[in-house]
């Protein structure tokens, strides 16, 4: 009903509209007063994560995403290495497994078949598996060893929005905490990230105010095609995830690649007039990759690219090459996916319904799915 929607068109628009929200009560909590992590919750003794010498993370659809991104998160500040792995591939691999690696298994359900029978064949291998869920109680958190659940609220429409992005904030504390407790050479940018952290609430509050014109630019594409996303680092996922929602919300061809991949085959897509959703990490200084996907940008236009650039304020350099230019706030280069994706989905939500499509029932889908 239109109460339950609570004013709003859809549950996914309100779903979006609740992500500053979501994003907060992730935190809640979370942090002490001296701006340490405080995850108690997590009921795998400290000694046993101080000893763990790999992560491997577990999960599917936007979910995965979200681990993708922990990857990079994981890697940085704690020197763990770790690898994502689609739950649905994870188990048929035999994958090298004992008790000193860690498991993460991402789920906003917590009754995805795939990510369950993944934790399964982890535990049995003598695997520890810590759960990133939405759903208190349910199947996954049951049969892992920790949880650390995400408080996003229910999430009613198929198309995952703000469970995604406190799946990332969850990713971004376990790799923090992880970090504190091993105490590596990161430890002053753990803190200052902790805090940055606990302020990243309102720049995606921010982001929700600006989205006009990605609404109108949504409306103005809905007779393509094709819309093909661009990133690098952590922005890949976010452009898999941009991909990902256009594909089950507006039944578009819809792809995302790494930027850097472009010379070694999709460039040979780029034709006139078609629509490229550019992710541009932090400018020079802060990301060495800035320089490099601006002349992807170059390239791609010079080949009739219509370009949809999504870039920090005050990143002057990508002005010259965007057909469309979208704003997103300053974050460390880690963090940014919390704001980049943002855009993404209201643009995947607008094109959609300028589509006619039913954006919280998109056909063929299921919210959760119970089977392998
Ligand atoms: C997201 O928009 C999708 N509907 C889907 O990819 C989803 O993220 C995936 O099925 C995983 O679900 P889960 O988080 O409940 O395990």
């Not at 599917?60 to 991104?69: E, L, N, Q, R, V």
């Not at 188990?91 to 990510?115: F, K, N």
């Not at 007779?223 to 996922?237: A, K």
């Amino acid at each position: 009903s239109a109460a339950e929607k609570g004013g709003h068109a859809s549950f996914m628009l309100k779903e979006i509209a609740e992500q500053p929200r979501a994003v907060a009560d992730t935190l809640l909590g979370r942090i002490d007063a001296e701006g340490s992590l405080r995850l108690d919750e997590v009921r795998i003794p400290p000694h046993e994560l101080r000893e763990v010498d790999k992560v491997v993370i577990v999960a599917c659809g936007t979910a995965f995403h979200s681990g993708m991104i922990a990857k990079y998160a994981i890697e940085h500040w704690t020197r763990i290495p770790c690898e994502t792995e689609l739950a649905s591939e994870f188990r048929y691999r035999d994958p090298i497994l004992d008790h000193r690696t860690l498991v993460i298994a991402i789920s906003q359900s917590g009754e995805t078949m795939d990510t369950l029978m993944a934790l399964r064949h982890a535990r049995e291998q003598g695997a520890k598996v810590l759960a990133i869920c939405n759903t208190n109680g349910s199947t996954i958190p049951r049969e892992s060893d920790a949880v650390l659940y995400t408080h996003a609220g229910p999430e009613v429409a198929v198309a995952s929005t703000k469970a995604f992005l406190t799946q990332l904030v969850a990713c971004y504390l376990v790799a923090l905490y992880l970090g504190q407790l091993r105490g590596t050479k990161w430890g002053d940018e753990i803190r200052t990230v902790i805090r940055q952290l606990s302020e990243i609430s309102g720049a995606v509050g921010r982001v929700l105010e600006t989205m006009e014109p990605v609404r109108a630019l949504a409306r103005s594409l809905a007779g393509h095609g094709t819309v093909l996303f661009l990133g690098r680092h952590v922005g890949y996922p976010v452009a898999l995830e941009g991909a990902l929602k256009l594909k089950e919300l507006a039944y578009m061809h819809a792809e995302g690649f790494a930027a850097g991949e472009l010379k070694h085959g999709p460039i040979a897509l780029i034709e006139e007039g078609l629509p490229v959703v550019v992710v541009v990490p932090p400018p020079r200084g802060r990301s060495v990759l800035h320089d490099k996907i601006v002349s992807n940008i170059q390239e791609i236009r010079a080949r009739g690219a219509r370009t949809v650039v999504i870039a920090e304020e005050g990143d002057e350099a990508v002005v010259p090459y965007a057909d469309h230019l979208i704003r997103i706030p300053i974050t460390p280069t880690l963090l940014q996916p919390l704001v980049s994706t943002v855009p993404l989905q209201v643009f995947a939500c607008e094109l959609a319904t300028a589509r006619g499509n039913d954006v919280d029932q998109p056909r063929n889908l299921a919210k959760s799915v119970t089977v392998e």
